[in-house]
C-alpha cells in the first residue's frame, strides 16, 4: 500500500469529490481517480460511493481514514523532527476565539511574522468549541480556547495548557440601570442576550449564570463578529459578556457600561490546546512561547480591587453583588 495512495484517499474523503481533492492536492482529476481505483483493487473492497454530487465513503472507506490520517501525520512529523533545531519555518495553522485574537494576538502576531519570515502563519477564528474540534480533526496545529471547553477524561488526545487568565464583564449601554444587589437580574429578564453562535463558551456561561439566578427566560441574538456585538449592545438593543480588557478601551468615552460578575464567576482560563499524537514543529514551538510571553506581558498589568457594588472612578467598572 503506497503512502502518495493513502494521502490521495484522505484527500478525496475530506473534500467529497475528485475534482476538489485534485485541486488541493495540486494536481489533475485523473491522477487522483486513478491512485483511488489502485488502491481498492489492492484492497478489494470500494473506498467510496460514487454519486452525482460526488463521493462519501463506504463502510470500508470509514475504517480506513483513520489509518491513511494516521500515516499522514506520522510523514509529516518526520519531516518536523528532520528539522528540529532549526529556524522555524513552514506552514502552521492556529485558532483562536475571535476575542482572543483581537485582543492578545494582533501586536504578538506582528512580532512573530518579522522574527520568523519563513513561517506560513494561518489564523483561523471560531468558537471554542470549533476551534478545539478543528484540532482533534488535524485541521489544526492549536488553538487558543476557554478551559470549559476542554474535558481532560474524555478528550485524552488532547495537550492543554493554560497560558492565561479572562475576567468576563456584562456589557450594557450606559442608561441600563443595573445598581444594586438584584436589579441587574431583574432588568435581565426580558433582554436580549447578544452573543456568537452555539458552541461559544463566554455564551455558555452568561447563560448558566443567569438561570442560577433566576432568570429563566432567555432571548438570544446571535451574531458572528465583535464589532457587530458591541455596536448593538452601545445602542442598547441587548446585554452581552466579553472580556474586561476587550471592552475597557471602547468603554473610555461612556458609550458602555461593564459590571463585574458574582463570586468570581467571569474569572475564565484561557487554554493552548494541541493533539498530543503529533510532534511540535519548531514554528509552533516558537508561536506557543510568544502566547505564554504575551499572556504573561498582560498579567503584569495593575490590576483594580473588587469593591462593594460602588462604581471604580478611573474604570467605570460595577461590582454586581
Known amino acids: 500500500m503506497d503512502s502518495t495512495d493513502l494521502s490521495f484517499f484522505a484527500a478525496v474523503a475530506r473534500s467529497g469529490g475528485i475534482t476538489r481533492a485534485a ?44 489509518y491513511a490520517a494516521t500515516v499522514e501525520q506520522a510523514l509529516a512529523d518526520a519531516c518536523k523532527a528532520t528539522q528540529a533545531g532549526g529556524a522555524p519555518a513552514g506552514p502552521l495553522a492556529i485558532g483562536a ?28 477564528t471560531g468558537t471554542s468549541q470549533e476551534m478545539r474540534d478543528a484540532v482533534l480533526a488535524r485541521t489544526l496545529d492549536a488553538a487558543l480556547v476557554a478551559a470549559t471547553v476542554i474535558d481532560a477524561p474524555a478528550q485524552p488526545e488532547l495537550i492543554a495548557e493554560s497560558v492565561g487568565v479572562e475576567e468576563l464583564v456584562i456589557v450594557t449601554a450606559p442608561w441600563v440601570a443595573v445598581f444594586g444587589p438584584a436589579s441587574i437580574w431583574s432588568s435581565l429578564t426580558d433582554a436580549k442576550l447578544i452573543v456568537f453562535r452555539d458552541g461559544c463558551s463566554y455564551r455558555d456561561l452568561l447563560e448558566a449564570v443567569l438561570q442560577r439566578r433566576g432568570v429563566a427566560r432567555l432571548r438570544l441574538m446571535e451574531l458572528g463578529s465583535l464589532d457587530a456585538i458591541v455596536g448593538c449592545v452601545r445602542a442598547g438593543i441587548g446585554v452581552s459578556l466579553l472580556p474586561r480588557a476587550v471592552v475597557e478601551p471602547l468603554a473610555a468615552d461612556g458609550s458602555l457600561a461593564m459590571h463585574r460578575l458574582p463570586d468570581g464567576a467571569g474569572t475564565v482560563e484561557t487554554w493552548c490546546v494541541r493533539r498530543r ?39 467605570k467598572l460595577i461590582n454586581v453583588v
Open 23 to 66: 485541486s488541493a492536492l495540486g494536481t489533475v482529476p485523473s491522477n487522483v481517480t486513478q491512485r483511488i481505483r489502485r488502491l481498492e483493487l489492492q484492497l478489494g473492497v470500494p473506498l467510496f460511493y460514487r454519486h452525482r454530487r460526488g463521493m462519501t465513503l463506504s463502510a470500508a472507506g470509514e475504517r480506513l481514514l483513520p
Open 97 to 124: 476565539m475571535e476575542t482572543t485574537a483581537a485582543l492578545r494576538l494582533p501586536d504578538m502576531l506582528v512580532r512573530y511574522a518579522t522574527e520568523y519570515p519563513e513561517v506560513d502563519l494561518t489564523l483561523r
Open 277 to 315: 499524537d503529533t510532534l511540535a514543529s519548531a514554528a509552533l514551538e516558537a508561536f506557543l512561547q510568544r502566547v505564554r510571553l504575551q499572556y504573561a506581558e498582560a498579567a503584569g498589568a495593575p490590576a483594580f480591587g473588587i469593591g462593594d457594588g460602588s462604581v471604580s472612578p478611573d474604570r
